[in-house]
C-alpha cells in the first residue's frame, strides 16, 4: 500500500485552512501534517514535515508566499499549489509556467482539479522544481526591492530589515550580513542579492562586498587609488578602483 501524501496548508486566513483541510479528509491518499498563518511559520513547518504538497498563501504576514518559496532548498521543494485572492499579475505568470493555483473563493470541483495535477507533480518533482524556479525568477523582476533578509539560525528563522545591515560580502555560495549587533549568514550570492537591492540604498563597492550607502561615514584615499571606506560601526572596506565610477554615481558627486 503506498503512503499518503503529506500535505502542508498555509494561509493567513483560518477559514480557508479549514475549508482546505475539510476537502483533504475526503481523499484517501492525503495526510494533512501541519498548518500555518504566516510565512515564518510556514518555513519552519516545511523544514520540520518536508511535506510532498503546500497549499500555499500569497499574501501573509512576515513572508509572503514567493518569500517562503526563495527559502525552500531545492532538496526540499515540495510540490506547490498557491492560493491567491488578486495578484492578477501572479496569476499569468502561474499560467505562464503550468503552476496551478486557486483563486478565493474557490469550490470543491476547483480544488480536486488543482490537489490531481499536484498527485501527478509528485511523480515529477524535478519538472515542477524547474517551473517553480522560473515562475519565481520572473516574478522577482517585477516586485519591489528586498524589504528584509531571511536568516536561518538553528531552529529559528530571523528576519534581518535591510537599513539593519551595514555591509554584505561573499563568503563561497554564501554571503555574511554584517550588522551592529553581529553577522549573519546566508546561502545566496553577492551578484543576485545586488540585483534585488534598491540602489539608492547599496552599492557595490568590490567584487566581493556590497555596502548599504546610509551606514558610511568617511573615505579615505589609498596611494594605489583604491579608497578605505569607514563605516559608521568601526568597520573598514576597501572600495576598488574597478567599482569607482558605480560606487560615485551612488553618491551623487565625484571622489
Known sequence: MRSPLRVLVVDDEPAVREGIQEYLSEEGDCEVVGEAGDGVKALEAIRAHQPDIVFLDIQMPELDGFEVVAEISPETMPVLVFVTAYEQYAIKAFDAHAIDYLLKPFDRDRFQRALGRA??????????????????????????????????????????????????????????????????????????????????????????????????????????????????????LTLSRTYRKGFEQALGRGL
Not at 124 to 146: C, M, Q, T, W, Y
Not at 161 to 182: F, M, Q, R
Not at 198 to 203: G, I, Y
Not at 228 to 234: C, D, K, P, T, Y
Open 119 to 236: 498527485r501527478k507533480e509528485c511523480k515529477d518533482r524535478k519538472g515542477s522544481l524547474g517551473r517553480v524556479e522560473s515562475l519565481i525568477e520572473g516574478i522577482r523582476k517585477n516586485r519591489p526591492f528586498l524589504e528584509r533578509f531571511v536568516v536561518k539560525d538553528g531552529h529559528r528563522i530571523l528576519l534581518i530589515p535591510v537599513d539593519a545591515v551595514d555591509s554584505i560580502e561573499a563568503a563561497g555560495n554564501y554571503v555574511y550580513l554584517h550588522c551592529e549587533t553581529g553577522q549573519h549568514l546566508i546561502r545566496e550570492s553577492v551578484g543576485k542579492l545586488e540585483a534585488q537591492l534598491d540602489p539608492h540604498q547599496f552599492t557595490r563597492v568590490h567584487r566581493s562586498t556590497i555596502v548599504r550607502i546610509g551606514a558610511i561615514a568617511e573615505l579615505e584615499r589609498l596611494g594605489t587609488g583604491d579608497h578605505v571606506i569607514r563605516l559608521q560601526s568601526g568597520r573598514e
